[in-house]
């Protein structure tokens, strides 16, 4: 006989295993910035593959045809320029987050998806974010090196200037958040929409067009350096590209040792930066 609660333990194990996949997908999809894949475009990756190969396909010039020049003639072929094609390969990561369920003691189904979803959202986002360095570097100009709005102009127009006409978005850090929200509800944008939506909810909009974004992952710490404090990164769909295995899994398995169940939720996934042109990393 099934025990109905809203709590669960290893002896209510039905009450249990369907609400905690429940939660730990939905925190973890509601924590990642990339996990959905509208930012950082993501491929699905065969079971029992280890990787990813995605085909970066060169510009090819197109050939003008006059008709004084003879091109017309139907018997003659105008002259045809392949487009290059070269792959990268996508090493896929497995990220797993562990808790150990007794059978004495219930525990809220909610708060046990919440941790796991949330451990899951935290190490895939850093992976990505982490790639990030591999970008174009720009550096900071504002006073003190503090991110500008001037500073994001100039990487758009960079983007822009490498051939990028599709949409852009943003990633701010949090060491510059409060610096770009100073700027915003300063003089220059008083009483302007955009200055009151900033302050009145806290968020960005977009800037120049850009989406703007904040994650506390971006800097030194994640990228494993010193001294190269990222402000903000700018790019396009284009510049990364990431790889998952089937996305966020929920396993429960019993565990004697322990009295209980593990409670395991992984992702297998990866990201590479594709065209490093089509992103910029703004520096403080």
């Given amino acids: 006989m099934a025990y ?3 709590y669960g333990s290893g002896i209510n194990l039905d009450a249990m295993v369907t609400p905690v996949k429940a939660a730990t997908v939905y925190a973890a999809h509601e924590s990642s910035l990339y996990l959905g894949g509208q930012l950082v475009p993501m491929i699905q990756v065969p079971a029992g593959s280890a990787s990813a190969q995605v085909p970066l396909m060169g510009s ?10 003879g091109e017309t003639d139907p018997g003659v072929d105008f002259a045809s320029t392949l487009a290059s094609n070269t ?7 497995l990220h797993a ?3 150990v369920l007794r059978d004495l003691g219930g525990i809220d189904t909610d708060d046990m998806g919440r941790i796991l979803g949330n451990s899951i959202a935290t ?4 992976a990505i974010t982490d790639k990030m360095e591999n970008l174009t570097f720009q550096a900071g100009a504002g006073a003190a090196n503090l991110l500008t709005v001037t500073e994001i102009a100039t990487a758009v127009g960079t983007i822009r200037g490498n051939g990028e006409g599709g949409e852009l978005f943003g990633i701010v850090s949090t060491d510059s958040y409060a610096n770009l929200m100073n700027v915003i509800g300063g003089s220059a944008f008083a009483g302007g929409e955009f200055q009151n939506s900033a302050l009145r909810n806290g968020f960005f909009g977009s800037v120049f067009g850009v989406p703007l974004y904040v994650s506390s992952y971006l800097n030194d710490t994640t990228w494993g ?3 190269k404090d990222p402000a903000a990164v700018i790019m396009s769909r284009d510049a990364m ?3 998952v295995q089937g996305g966020v899994k929920v396993e429960v398995a019993r565990r004697p040792e322990a009295v209980g169940f593990d409670v395991v939720a992984s992702i297998a996934s990866g990201v590479e930066v594709i065209d490093a042109s089509r992103g910029v990393v703004i520096m403080q």
């Fill in 241 to 243: 590209k990431g790889a």
């Fill in 4 to 6: 109905v609660n809203e």
């Fill in 87 to 93: 792959k990268k390969t996508i090493a896929l990561d």
């Fill in 97 to 99: 987050a562990r808790t």
């Fill in 123 to 126: 190490a895939f986002d850093k």
């Fill in 225 to 227: 350096t010193v001294g």
């Fill in 60 to 69: 090819v010039t197109a050939t003008t045809v006059s008709a004084s020049g």
